[in-house]
């Protein structure tokens, strides 16, 4: 039985090790993560093709740990965005992330999270609020996203204006699927 277990052998011949304590870690170390978490995070999406449960349940919390990697890739690929943070004293409580293209003037992407114990406060809509008053500010008048149908029902709460892509048109670029829709600022 143990036998039917037991994985088959693998050259690692090629593969180092590496111990550090907390002072010996670098900049590159911490970055290589990113690509390791681009594994996982294409193992997520294809537990979420297989599970429409996986969508609900993990993706409204999973969108928080991939808000930083959007950050930084969009960086690194020196593309634009407009994100806003929220704050309580030094501690992150909350984001917007909206891609945008500012000549174009126009956003193809976007974020919204807070954390879990802060939120029903009124920081989500004041992100929101400051989200499409800064893309009004920079003459973007609206944005397309994916968005789920609990955050459509947060918008229609909000008073926010959208409308839906035909789902032809949908490309999910991101892990957070939903209905591919325009908002407006
Ligand atoms: C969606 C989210 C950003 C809302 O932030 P929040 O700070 O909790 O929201 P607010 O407190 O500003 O909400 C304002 C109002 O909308 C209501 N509301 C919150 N979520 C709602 C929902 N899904 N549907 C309807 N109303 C909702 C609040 O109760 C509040 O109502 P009130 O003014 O009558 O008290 C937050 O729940 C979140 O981080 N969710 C997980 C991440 C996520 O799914 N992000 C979207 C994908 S990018």
Not at 51 to 73: C, M, R, W
Request: glycine share 6%; net charge neutral; proline share 2%.
């Amino acid at each position: 039985m143990s036998e039917n277990r037991k994985l088959p052998e693998k050259d690692i011949q090629n593969v180092t090790f590496e111990c550090k304590t907390e002072k010996e870690i670098t900049s590159k170390d911490i970055d290589d993560f990113e690509t390791f978490n681009k594994g996982v995070i294409a193992r997520m999406k294809k537990l979420r093709q297989d599970n429409p449960l996986f969508e609900s349940e993990i993706t409204g919390s999973f969108v928080h740990i991939y808000a930083k990697t959007v950050i930084q890739d969009t960086i690194r690929e020196n593309k634009s965005i407009e994100v806003v943070f929220a704050k309580d004293g030094p501690s992150l409580v909350g984001y917007s992330i909206v891609g945008v293209d500012r000549e174009q003037k126009s956003g193809d992407f976007s974020y919204i999270g807070v954390s879990k114990d802060t939120q029903g406060q009124g920081i989500g809509k004041k992100l929101l609020e400051l989200r499409h008053e800064r893309l009004r500010d920079i003459d973007i008048k609206s944005y397309t996203t994916n968005a789920r149908s609990e955050i459509l029902a947060w918008y229609d709460k909000l008073g926010i204006t959208y409308r839906r892509i035909d789902k032809e048109n949908a490309t999910p670029s991101t892990i957070s699927v939903g209905t591919k829709v325009e908002v407006f600022t």
